[in-house]
């Protein structure tokens, strides 16, 4: 049964760094790369970037260029996401996904959630 | 990027009845690559449709997906009750992937 399953509640001051953890079992991890998405309150879904978990190439939205990296452990099957600099408006529920680049993100993590609090 | 559009905002109906959704692209999505997901209060996001009308592992047969270039549709052919949640649909033939803002379906 793939499962993905992440790390747990963070509460940060603005301007801190928090990262997040995703670890994946039941399938191989790096035949498939990571999506990380995050949903402020009330909101919609917004894609973060992406990162291949065989050669760590990654891709990252535009927004968070210089502000995100995305890497991933082969040796635990553990994905993580660094997002730095926080500010009030990074408070949301980040999701990791895996992703086959042809299929859709499926499985889904639980979620994180990240407040950034002043 | 390409921006996604769902319609409408929120659709109200009762169990039994027929869902349409609609995700219309503001520019052609390569290979039809076009997936919809639901998400209930509190739940992550799950996947239904990939590649536009695959259907994922495990989904029922009452959704189906359609369309193709820049306009795709979800269908619940006749609703559960445990159908009613947001769906969002979202391309990744492109960089950055990009979601719909959602369509809540809700019970009339």
């Known amino acids: 049964q793939v499962h993905l399953l992440q790390s747990g509640i963070e509460v940060k001051t603005r301007g801190a760094a928090v990262k997040v953890s995703c670890k994946a079992s039941g399938y191989t991890f790096t035949s498939y790369g990571i999506s990380w998405v995050r949903q402020a309150p009330g909101q919609g879904l917004e894609w973060m970037g992406w990162?291949?978990?065989?050669?760590?190439?990654?891709n990252y939205a535009q927004k968070f260029q210089g502000r995100v990296t995305m890497t991933t452990d082969t040796s635990t099957s553990t994905a993580y996401m660094e997002l730095r600099s926080l500010r009030s408006d990074d408070t949301a529920m980040y999701y990791c996904?895996?992703?086959?680049?042809?299929?859709?993100?499926?499985?889904w993590g639980q979620g994180t959630l990240v407040t950034v609090s002043s | 990027e390409i921006v996604l559009t769902q319609s409408p905002g929120t659709l109200s109906l009762s169990p039994g009845e027929r869902a349409t959704l609609s995700c219309r692209a503001s520019q052609s999505v390569t290979g039809n690559y076009l997936a919809w997901y639901q998400q209930k209060p509190g739940q992550a996001p799950r996947l239904l449709i990939y590649?536009?009308?695959s259907r994922a592992t495990g989904i029922p047969d009452r959704f189906s997906g359609s369309g193709s270039e820049t306009d795709f549709s979800l269908t619940i052919s006749r609703l559960e009750p445990e159908d009613f949640a947001v769906y969002y649909c979202q391309q990744y033939g492109g960089s950055p992937y990009t979601f719909g803002q959602g369509t809540k379906l809700e019970i009339k």
């Open positions: 996904a895996r992703d086959g680049l042809w299929f859709g993100l499926d499985p």
């Open positions: 990162i291949s978990a065989y050669n760590g190439n990654t």
């Open positions: 590649d536009a009308l």
